[in-house]
T-cell receptor, first 112, second 115 residues
Framework: KQEVTQIPAALSVPEGENLVLNCSFTDSAIYNLQWFRQDPGKGLTSLLLIQSSQREQTSGRLNASLDKSSGRSTLYIAASQPGDSATYLCALTGGGADGLTFGKGTHLIIQP | DTAVSQTPKYLVTQMGNDKSIKCEQNLGHDTMYWYKQDSKKFLKIMFSYNNKELIINETVPNRFSPKSPDKAHLNLHINSLELGDSAVYFC??????????????FGAGTRLSVL
């Protein structure tokens, strides 16, 4: 059964820093990996999706990488801003109409 | 226009009652899902439907019954509500399976409180 772990559980950094959020998974037979952000009391916003055949995806200041062989993904946030403060969730799917298996998230605070 | 919409946003009810949460997507997607986020903020899949057919039914009490009248709607009916059902329920949809078609889009959630 797939298990997803996110480290750290919480992170607080000053504005402007570059940072890395980590996600590890136990079963490398994944189809897609998706990174989300969740703001307090809100739904989930999809940030990036990496297909199993891809190594990374970029959107603006965000870069996500995937290494299936080691069971790891990272989300790199460049030049962090207070508006980046949220919980970041890593989720995997095995394909088809499979639901996503989520990690417990990293709660990120960017200090002004 | 909201892509995935859920109603109601908040639901407060007594133990033992029956309640429904509605979900609609206007993205033309084939697959819809229900997730539960517990008090520790952990998200877990409950059900997935593809073209109105049940694909996944995780270990969920049979008091929970999803109903999909058409591809754009997936409603969640809960019988005999219990205290432990208190959570935030999220609906999601995706275009289908295969590569980027599996990107899932989430609704804003329904916060259910059982008293």
């Amino acid at each position: 059964k797939q298990e997803v772990t996110q480290i750290p559980a919480a992170l607080s950094v000053p504005e402007g820093e570059n940072l890395v959020l980590n996600c590890s998974f136990t079963d490398s037979a994944i189809y897609n990996l998706q990174w989300f952000r969740q703001d307090p009391g809100k739904g989930l916003t999809s940030l990036l999706l990496i297909q199993s055949s891809q190594r990374e995806q970029t959107s603006g200041r965000l870069n996500a990488s995937l290494d299936k062989s080691s069971g790891r993904s990272t989300l790199y946030i460049a030049a962090s801003q207070p508006g980046d403060s949220a919980t970041y969730l890593c989720a995997l799917t095995g394909g088809g109409a499979d639901g996503l298996t989520f990690g417990k998230g990293t709660h990120l605070i960017i200090q002004p | 226009d909201t892509a995935v919409s859920q109603t109601p946003k908040y639901l407060v009810t007594q133990m033992g009652n029956d309640k429904s949460i509605k979900c609609e997507q206007n993205l033309g997607h084939d697959t819809m899902y229900w997730y539960k986020q517990d008090s520790k903020k952990f998200l877990k899949i409950m059900f997935s439907y593809n073209n109105k057919e049940l694909i996944i039914n995780e270990t969920v009490p049979n008091r929970f019954s999803p109903k999909s009248p058409d591809k754009a709607h997936l409603n969640l009916h809960i019988n005999s509500l219990e205290l432990g059902d208190s959570a935030v329920y999220f609906c999601a949809s995706s275009q289908g399976s295969g590569g980027s078609k599996n990107i899932q889009y989430f609704g804003a959630g329904t916060r259910l409180s059982v008293l």
